[in-house]
Every structure is written in structure tokens, then in C-alpha cells.
């Protein structure tokens, strides 16, 4: 009977201990602190700027002619030929979004002189000139 008896003793322990710990986690709740009162936002200092208008050319659509000469020869390009220094020079400063709007607007103007296919003819433009077209730009 000893071995039943310690069994029980022990199972009585561990009831108890258990009910001891569960009451003294459940009463440790402490709600957490209210949210600091929000601030008044302060009155902007310059008006909220409306949509932007869309991206143009910051350069003379008329001068990027010369950029005709290239795209005319451009599988037989030659690094530092003439009419890639010509027109690479009017848009190197440019970001390439700028480089884009420029060219595709000379494109679409027929300011080349030439019928060209538009989006492929700006990739070539751009790549020739060490520029990329933007992500999801589109030469509409």
C-alpha cells in the first residue's frame, strides 16, 4: 500500500503546484498603457503639389535629327563615329527617363525624316547611347 499511497501524494502535489502556478500567471495581467494622445499635425508650409504633369523633353526636339544618321546605321555603329557622338551628346546628361521622352518624342514628331517602328527604334536609340528605358515606360 506504501507504493499507492506515495502515488497519490504525488499526484496531489502536482495538482496542487499546478493550480498555485496557473493562479499566479492568470493575476500578473496587466493591461497595456493607452496610446500617447496623437499630436496635431503640423500645417504643411508648401501646398500639396497636384498630379505632375506628364514628362517632357527638356531639350530642342529638332536638334535630335542627327540621331537619324545613327539609327539609319546603327548595325554598323562605330564607337566614337560621328553621328553617335552627335546625337549621344544631346541626351548624356539626361536621366534616362528624360533620354526617353526626347527621343521618343523626335520619333513620333517624324523629326528623323525616317517611318520607323517606335518602341523598337527607341530601345536601339537609348541602348546606343549607353541609356536604358525606364520599367514600364511606353512611347505612347
Avoid: E
Avoid at 13 to 27: E, K, R
Avoid at 39 to 57: D, E, I, L, R
Amino acid at each position: 500500500m506504501g507504493s499507492s499511497s506515495t502515488a497519490v501524494a504525488s499526484a496531489t502535489l502536482l495538482v496542487a503546484l499546478n493550480l498555485l502556478f496557473f493562479t499566479m500567471v492568470s493575476s500578473t495581467y496587466v493591461p497595456c498603457p493607452p496610446p500617447p494622445p496623437k499630436s496635431p499635425k503640423p500645417s504643411p508650409k508648401t501646398p500639396p503639389s497636384g498630379p505632375k504633369n506628364p514628362a517632357s523633353c527638356p531639350k530642342d526636339t529638332l536638334k535630335l535629327g542627327v540621331c537619324a544618321d545613327l539609327l539609319g546605321g546603327l548595325v554598323h555603329v562605330v564607337v566614337g563615329s560621328s553621328s553617335r557622338t552627335q546625337c549621344c551628346s544631346l541626351i548624356s546628361g539626361l536621366a534616362d527617363l528624360d533620354a526617353a521622352v526626347c527621343l521618343c518624342t523626335a520619333i513620333k514628331a517624324n523629326v528623323l525624316g525616317i517611318n520607323l517602328n517606335v518602341p523598337v527604334s527607341l530601345s536601339l536609340l537609348l541602348n546606343a547611347c549607353g541609356k536604358a528605358k525606364p520599367d514600364g515606360y511606353k512611347c505612347a
